[in-house]
C-alpha cells in the first residue's frame, strides 16, 4: 500500500509517494540521495542514522516515513546551509573527533540534539548526580551520547568536542 507524504529535509520540501513499510532512514538514502544518515544495524542500537526530526534527535532507521508525514528534518548536512560550520561540526573538526567517520553525522546530529535538551533542562536519566551544568562533565556527556557508537573508539576526542560546542551555545 503506497501513502502520499510531505517533509521537509535541510529546508527542502518533497512531496512523496511511498509504501508503507518504508522508514525515513531508506526514503532519504534511496529516494532523496541524502547518505548523510548511515545505516549501520538497522535496530536503533548504533545511532549512525541520528538526525534531527521535528526538533528532536531520533533514529530514522525506527521511524516509518508515513508516521512522519509533515515532519521536518535537519541533518548533518543541513546544519551549515550557509557554509558556515554550525559548532558542533567546527568543534568535531577542532579536536579530530572521527576516525573512520562512519558514525560522524550521527553523533553530530546526537551532540546537537543534546545540547538542546541541556538548554530545555531535560535532566540526564542516569543518575541524580549528572546535571544539566552548562560545563557539560565527561560522565554527562558519556550518559547523552550512548546511544551513538564509534566502532573506531573515537570517543576520547568526541566528549571534549561536545563540550567545547556547550560552551560555545
Not at 548533518?76 to 567517520?101: K, Y
Not at 560522524?104 to 551532540?111: E, K, L
Request: aromatic share 2%; charged share 20%; with cysteine.
Amino acid at each position: 500500500m503506497d501513502a502520499d507524504i510531505r517533509l521537509t529535509v535541510d529546508g527542502e520540501l518533497h512531496e512523496l509517494t511511498v509504501d508503507t513499510r518504508t522508514t525515513l532512514l531508506d526514503l532519504l538514502r534511496e529516494r532523496l540521495g541524502n547518505t548523510s544518515p548511515k545505516k549501520g544495524c538497522d535496530h536503533g542500537q548504533c545511532g549512525a542514522c541520528t538526525v534531527i526530526l521535528d526538533g528532536e534527535r531520533a533514529l530514522l532507521c525506527l521511524a516509518l516515513a508515513v508516521a512522519h508525514d509533515g515532519a521536518e528534518i535537519t541533518t548533518a548536512n543541513g546544519l551549515a546551509p550557509e557554509g558556515e560550520l554550525h559548532p558542533v561540526q567546527q568543534a568535531f573538526l577542532d579536536h579530530d573527533a572521527f576516525q573512520c567517520g562512519y558514525c560522524t553525522p550521527g553523533q553530530v546530529c546526537s551532540a546537537v540534539g543534546l545540547l538542546s535538551e541541556v538548554d530545555r533542562g531535560w535532566p540526564s536519566h542516569a543518575t541524580a548526580d549528572l546535571t544539566s551544568d552548562p560545563e557539560l562533565s565527561d560522565a554527562e556527556v558519556s550518559e547523552r551520547m550512548s546511544g551513538n557508537l564509534c566502532r573506531c573508539a573515537a570517543y576520547a576526542t568526541i566528549t571534549p568536542a561536545v563540550q567545547q560546542a556547550g560552551g560555545a551555545r
